[in-house]
């Protein structure tokens, strides 16, 4: 069982790691025609479009909503699994009911999938702070497809018991697959109450508790792990939002200073490299992988243990949030539509004489996001009883990331990320 978790760890962390690592250093490795660093277009050109205008609009008007979000629904997330586990220990100690205890835990796990869905449009705009330190902050957040439910369990008696190694707990200086989003969800869904560890690391004293005491245990450490994760963001926040952050980094890049671009040519490409998130996590490693068209767990057969979100069953709302999120990034729009401002890459396009392009992309996402909704079942079901079904949302989100490889980079003069770079998958 260990060395079948080591081989999917392995498998399905290639593509993130690959797509971290062209995000983190920056690099990339092939230009639309035309590119020189500055404002140009396919044929050299130079562009009487406000790119300043579209830094401004995502930063102001798509991003900066977005982050902010996902603070209030994290704060809100670990004030709810709090509440869950007051009622946890009351049911214990025979002081609250079953139903007001699993009526709490029901939304808790709602409130845990609120706080994913605004996550997983994050992913979508991994910059700055999301990015640096080989992504730190980003995996500490949400780590997958790098996943370990056994240090989670080992993690759960190690918090309850306070010490480890003989020194106090402190969930800061632990790794990053025993804390997150991604932690959380295992100790919020999974109904197996028996540790997922072998023999040889299983947490100790685990098998002598009780189910009761078991539920408690991971509660409790579950509050701590939510925190954990408000703290993240707080620091994500202030890393982006706050004095000198990323976000007046971008604001400034028209050559102006307090800016890490030498232009403002360079900030756009910089939020289109976020963009291919797309390209090499949601296509290759969310769908790419577990149908087997990537390497995977299964010598390349059809493998639903590859799949995110393993527990909650949220992984077509993730890959539906990823797309959102893209939508919203190329449209300049977030689906709330209050903002006074809407300029997107769209736009961009259209003033390079791309209307064609701009509309095909547009509506190669709409198709993607309608696919995702048409589902019956949810992805590991539907897998496994239809991979048709999942193959052709595979190939609705090839068909935009064909698009922002080709015509997008090219027309726009931008350059394509390391990471789908020679990707013809």
Not at 169 to 191: H, M, P, S, W
Not at 207 to 236: G, H, I, M, P, Y
Not at 336 to 347: H, M
Request: net charge negative.
């Amino acid at each position: 069982m260990k060395k079948r978790f080591l081989l999917q760890q392995t498998a399905l962390s290639v593509s993130l790691v690959l797509y971290m690592s062209a995000c983190s250093d920056s690099s990339s490795s092939s230009a639309g025609s035309g590119f020189n660093g500055g404002s140009g277009n396919g044929g050299g050109v130079v562009t009487e479009f406000d790119e300043s205008t579209l830094v401004a609009n995502l930063t102001n008007n798509v991003i900066t909503p977005t982050f902010q979000n996902f603070g209030s629904l994290t704060t809100q997330l670990h004030q709810s699994v709090d509440q869950y586990c007051n009622l946890e220990k009351s049911f214990n100690a025979g002081n609250a009911t079953e139903q007001a205890r699993d009526d709490q835990k029901l939304l808790t796990q709602n409130q845990w999938k609120d706080s994913m869905s605004e996550w997983q449009k994050i992913e979508v705009m991994q910059l700055g702070p999301l990015i640096t330190d080989q992504s730190s902050l980003r995996n500490k957040i949400y780590s997958w497809p790098v996943v370990n439910t056994c240090a989670v369990d080992q993690d759960v008696t190690f918090f309850n018991e306070g010490t480890i190694n003989g020194a106090p707990y402190d969930i800061k200086q632990r790794v990053v697959t025993r804390r997150g989003l991604d932690a959380l969800e295992y100790l919020l869904f999974n109904t197996v109450l028996d540790h997922s560890c072998t023999a040889s690391t299983a947490p100790a004293g685990w098998d002598s508790l009780t189910d009761n005491q078991r539920r408690e245990w991971r509660c409790q450490f579950a509050t701590e792990v939510a925190k954990d994760v408000a703290d993240n963001t707080q620091v994500l926040l202030d890393g982006w939002s706050g004095s000198g952050g990323y976000a007046q980094s971008l604001l400034n890049a028209a050559s102006q200073p307090g800016s890490d671009f030498a232009n403002v040519h360079e900030a756009v490409n910089r939020i289109s490299d976020a963009m291919f998130y797309v390209d090499s996590v949601t296509k290759d490693a969310k769908l790419g992988v577990p149908l087997g068209i990537s390497d995977n767990s299964c010598q390349q057969n059809i493998c639903p243990q590859d799949l995110e979100s393993q527990f909650a069953n949220q992984s077509l709302a993730n890959i539906r949030s990823n797309l959102v999120s893209l939508k919203a990034l190329f449209t300049g729009e977030l689906a709330t539509g209050n903002a006074s401002d809407t300029t997107g890459f769209d736009d961009f396009l259209v003033e390079e004489g791309a209307q064609t392009t701009a509309t095909e992309i547009l509506g190669a996402i709409d198709a993607a996001i309608a696919n995702v909704d048409a589902y019956q079942e949810n992805l590991s079901d539907t897998i496994q009883s239809d991979a048709t079904q999942v193959q052709a949302t595979h190939a609705q989100v090839k068909a935009i990331t064909d698009q922002l490889k080709e015509d997008f980079i090219n027309q726009l003069s931008l350059e394509l990320p390391a990471s789908s770079a020679g990707d013809n998958d």
